[in-house]
Structures are given as structure tokens and as C-alpha cells.
């Protein structure tokens, strides 16, 4: 009992973390596993060894990307984490006619891009093409006092945490997870909701360490989240996803509405399930 009780203690010290990964000795680890903040006696003694990750300013042009890698957000976060900002000039972010699924896959870790009217746009380009995270900077976005957390579906809902625990170690700001149900949900149905912040809220202090307050909504997703986040220009939004197809369409106007707030997108692909095997009868 004492082996499993340690071994319980040790992953769940080596699960919460942030921006960086690790894997296993034995083949790679779950997605949302890749999320520890540095490495220590314990994780190696269970087998895990990091890999630091780090921002990348991604812009169409030099210019634009030296602007975004000084952006004091941008530099106060890479600064606490011990990371760093690396550059790449992606002229594809420029057009939206260019196919991203044609290009290459080399990106890691967290693409960092500036708030614009089509960002979402250039979020799904950078997903398609192998970034895990994509962070939105509008100019002069102050240090936020409140990050608000939302995940798209339940596939995204383990490295939305796992990432939000990792920002809010290096970021003084209250955490609210927000849920949002339809508007025409049953009566009958709605304490459901209620019993899934529970869920979202130990999962959260157990496996993460991370102490967040949870708010059940009813109605529209968008406007939902625009009108939290016009509540204070201080705010920071977390948004996971698991399909990158239609983000525009399904969130299209969240950017035009919150120009002020950064937004930190969190896209991790929903994991198969592997095929029943057919059995075959014996001669």
C-alpha cells in the first residue's frame, strides 16, 4: 500500500507544471501529461526527464515580429518561467487563402501572435501546423488580475488545466472556471451542470494544484465569455479546443469583441480509441 500511495504521490507531483514537457523513458507520455515546471529528484526518480519549451513571436515580417517578442507581457511571463522567446517570420499569416494543412508541421510548444480582426485565422493556421498553444497579445495588455478558463469540450478539458495551473504559477491573478450550458437546457438537466464544476474543481486541486472558483452559465458560449471579459480590462482568457476546423466560425466574434484581453488557445487532438479486434476462430 505504502508503493502505491508514493508512486501516487510522485506523479502527481511530476503532472502539475508548465510551459514545458517531459517523457517517458519507455515511449512518450500522454499529451496532457507534458506539463511540468522543472525537473527534480522525484520525477527522475519516476522515469520523467524535461524538455524545456518556450515562446515563439510568429508575425508575417521582421518587424512586426521584433515589436511582438518586447511585448512587456510577453517578456514579464518568459521571464518568471525561465523560458525564452525565440522568433519566426511566417509570411503565410499575411493571407488567409494559404492552405496551412500543405505546409510544414515544425512547430513546438506556445506560437505567440498580435490581436488582430482575422487572428483566429492565423490561430487555426499555426494549430494545423503543429502548435499546441497559440497566445493572442493585444498592444499594451497589462499583466492580468483574473484568468478565466473555459474548454470547448470535454477532450480538452485535462491540458486546459494542466496549462492553466502552469500560467497561474507565474502569474498573481485569480482563477475562475466558467461553464456554459444552452440556454434551453431542462430544468431536470441543470444540476448536471453543477455536479461537473465539482468534477472540473477536484480535478483541478488534486492533480494540478490549482485553486480556482467555477461559475455555471446558461446561453450563448461567445457572448457569455465577451461579457465576463468586459467586466475588467485586466483579464486573461484560457480557451481549449480539440477540432481546429470551424474555430472561426464557432468563435469569430470573440476576438472582435475583447480587443484588450489576451487569449491563450489550447488545442490537444481528442485521443482514439482503438478499434475492437475481430477474433479469429480457430481451424
Not at 199 to 219: I, Y
Request: hydrophobic share 40%; with cysteine.
Amino acid at each position: 500500500m505504502n508503493r502505491v500511495l508514493r508512486a501516487a504521490a510522485i506523479h502527481t507531483a511530476c503532472v502539475t507544471t508548465s510551459f514545458e514537457g517531459f517523457a517517458l523513458r519507455k515511449g512518450r507520455a500522454p499529451k496532457h501529461w507534458r506539463w511540468w515546471r522543472k525537473r527534480s529528484p522525484r520525477c527522475v526518480e519516476a522515469g520523467r526527464t524535461s524538455t524545456r519549451r518556450s515562446f515563439t513571436a510568429c508575425a508575417a515580417n521582421e518587424s512586426e515580429v521584433e515589436r511582438l517578442s518586447r511585448h512587456p507581457l510577453l517578456v514579464e511571463l518568459a521571464t518568471r518561467m525561465s523560458t525564452r522567446v525565440s522568433s519566426r517570420v511566417e509570411p503565410a499569416l499575411a493571407s488567409s487563402d494559404v492552405d496551412c494543412k500543405a505546409m510544414d508541421r515544425h512547430f513546438s510548444g506556445a506560437a505567440v501572435i498580435a490581436s488582430r480582426p482575422d487572428a483566429l485565422k492565423n490561430i487555426e493556421c499555426l494549430l494545423t501546423r503543429g502548435a499546441e498553444e497559440v497566445f493572442v497579445l493585444p498592444a499594451n495588455a497589462p499583466s492580468p488580475q483574473r484568468v478565466l478558463i473555459h474548454w470547448a469540450d470535454e477532450a480538452a478539458r485535462a491540458a486546459t488545466l494542466a496549462v492553466s495551473a502552469s500560467m497561474l504559477r507565474h502569474v498573481s491573478a485569480e482563477a475562475v472556471y466558467l461553464d456554459v450550458k444552452p440556454e434551453h437546457t431542462a430544468a431536470t438537466d441543470r444540476p448536471q451542470g453543477m455536479r461537473g464544476l465539482l468534477d472540473a474543481r477536484s480535478e483541478a486541486q488534486a492533480v494540478h494544484g490549482l485553486e480556482m472558483r467555477t461559475e455555471l452559465h446558461f446561453g450563448d458560449v461567445t457572448a457569455e465569455l465577451v461579457r465576463r471579459l468586459n467586466e475588467s480590462p485586466d483579464q486573461l482568457l484560457i480557451l481549449g479546443v480539440s477540432q481546429i476546423a470551424g474555430l472561426a466560425q464557432r468563435f469569430g466574434e470573440l476576438l472582435a469583441a475583447i480587443p484588450r484581453s489576451p487569449l491563450l488557445v489550447v488545442y490537444r487532438e481528442p485521443e482514439s480509441v482503438p478499434e475492437p479486434q475481430t477474433a479469429v476462430g480457430m481451424a
